[in-house]
């Protein structure tokens, strides 16, 4: 299958499970994890239609996408892997979403070059929830996920999206997924970025408006 049959099949899957969704009438968008990708293989995505992008690391973005992004301008990119504060400023500069807010130090460096460069309106952000409170994972843990969603909205004023998370991987995913969809209910937030290749449809089904999607796309990574 190439990348466009991937695409498309994908596309049949969340109509699917959209309509098993308790959730109508929500649109769920696909982000495809480039990592590892060339660039021959990006822009077979974004002939398919994909417009959303997302990498772990800054040091590849930097390398791959400001000449993707040149001869593709109406694609976003996403940071979908941790980020370091003293990155942030090379993040802003890479990527349109940071979806991986997740710590009060991080969420201050991040709102203060927010605030200072005018260019970085249209930029909003993720919260990064570490929904099943494991050790070696990033992610703010539910206990301390509220105070810290109200400050990154209220006191650093943040243009808070919603939330994302990746549930441990040998537990099944849809309670969590409730968990995390409950949170975004309480602070009235839109988005919930959550499923990758191997839960997605629990995800949709769950109230994902975003969806990861790496190897259901490009297949395995190299
Ligand atoms: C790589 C990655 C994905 C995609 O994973 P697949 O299982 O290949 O679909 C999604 N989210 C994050 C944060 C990732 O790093």
């Given at each position: 299958m190439t990348i466009n049959d991937h695409i498309h099949a994908l596309r049949q899957d969340i109509e699917k499970s959209s309509k098993n969704s308790?959730?109508?009438?929500r649109s769920v968008n696909i982000l495809a994890a480039?990592?590892?990708?060339?660039p021959e293989m990006i822009e077979q995505a974004i002939e398919a239609g994909i417009t959303i992008f997302g990498e772990n690391r800054v040091q590849e973005a930097a390398d791959k996408w400001p000449a993707l992004k040149e001869a593709h301008p109406h694609v976003k990119l996403h940071l979908i892997g941790p980020l370091q504060t003293n990155k942030v400023k090379q993040a802003l500069e890479l990527f349109d979403v940071i979806q991986t807010l997740d710590r009060p130090k991080l969420a201050d460096a991040t709102a203060k070059h927010h605030r200072n460069h005018?260019?970085?309106?249209t930029h909003h952000y993720f919260i990064q929830v570490n929904i099943g409170s494991e050790q070696q994972k990033s992610g703010i843990l539910p206990e301390d996920a509220d105070d810290f969603i109200a400050y990154c909205k209220h006191e650093l004023k943040l243009p808070i999206a919603g939330l994302m998370c990746i549930p441990p991987?040998?537990?099944?995913?849809t309670p969590h997924f409730t968990a995390l969809r409950n949170m975004t209910k309480k602070h009235e937030l839109s988005q919930l970025s959550m499923g990758m290749s191997g839960d997605y449809k629990e995800a949709v089904e769950a109230g994902s408006t975003l969806i990861r999607i790496g190897t259901g796309i490009f297949g395995k990574r190299l």
């Open positions: 308790t959730l109508n009438g480039s990592k590892t990708q060339p005018p260019s970085l309106a991987a040998e537990e099944p995913a």
